[in-house]
């Protein structure tokens, strides 16, 4: 019996829809029959049948042992369910860590582990590929004019528009975006100029107005291995000649 009243009492200071009060109150009466018994009743009093004191001593200790079981599953559904919220807290912080908030695209240094990593594959299988290098035309002026919000806005929707690429897309910082992306046809430059009609051709409605968003792009294209660095200081380099030559277009060798 002893056993029993003792179970009772974790079984229901550890049951999770249990509140706090009625665990203590709970344990606390447990605590007081445990102690009457225990001083009252130890010696015994009146001799009992011998078939009920074996069956109350058998039901004793069967409902015990299946305290004992049930407490072990409603541990093991908690240590499951801390589990899964520690999985998915990962998962979440992963995610915070490798993205950027505004876009939800590739942050800078996961996108530069990630791009180096593609231009190893893509070198060691033979396969041509590419970095893109884009900037948005006259950004500052949508700051300037309507409003950071507004700024957030256009970097969304163009994001948005990146993303569809077939490749790697990462928010490179402020107003410009780098894409890599590999293929054995070799038709970046058809992918770059597809993606800068597509941005022009989307308007942004913004406090009742329609703004055009337009980028400039630089493509440089390899066939073998290079460092990250040297294939962007390439695109870089046709970037800012597209801006010094009109803006809106794409610029490669």
């Not at 029993?4 to 709970?26: D, E, H, K, N």
């Not at 970097?155 to 780098?178: K, N, P, Y």
């Not at 993606?195 to 390899?222: C, K, N, W």
């Amino acid at each position: 019996m002893h056993y029993f009243i003792l179970m009772m009492a974790y079984g229901v200071f550890f049951i999770p829809s249990v509140s706090r009060g009625q665990r203590i109150f709970t344990t606390a009466i447990a605590m007081l029959i445990y102690s009457l018994l225990f001083i009252y009743v130890s010696d015994g009093i009146e001799t009992l049948p011998i078939q009920i004191e074996q069956a109350l001593g058998l039901f004793c200790i069967l409902s015990t042992v299946m305290m004992i079981a049930g407490l072990s599953f409603i541990f093991e559904s908690a240590v499951v369910e801390v589990t899964d919220e520690l999985e998915q807290s990962n998962e979440r912080l992963q995610i915070l860590a490798s993205t950027d908030g505004l876009t939800g695209l590739l942050n800078r240094k996961v996108g530069h582990e990630q791009v180096s990593k593609a231009i190893d594959k893509a070198a060691h299988e033979g396969i041509p590929y590419a970095l893109v290098l884009g900037d948005i035309d006259r950004f500052k002026s949508f700051n300037e004019t309507y409003g950071h919000d507004c700024g957030d806005r256009v970097l969304q929707q163009v994001a948005s528009i990146l993303s569809d690429v077939d490749g790697i897309v990462v928010r490179w910082g402020g107003e410009e975006f780098l894409i890599f992306f590999s293929s054995p046809c070799d038709n970046f430059l058809t992918i770059a100029e597809q993606l800068r009609q597509q941005i022009e051709s989307i308007p942004l409605y913004y406090a009742g107005e329609r703004l055009q968003v337009t980028m400039t792009f630089g493509l440089a294209v390899r066939t073998g291995h290079d460092t990250v660095e040297e294939i962007i200081k390439e695109a870089d380099d046709f970037l800012r000649e597209g801006k010094r030559n009109g803006k809106n277009q794409v610029r490669t060798t």
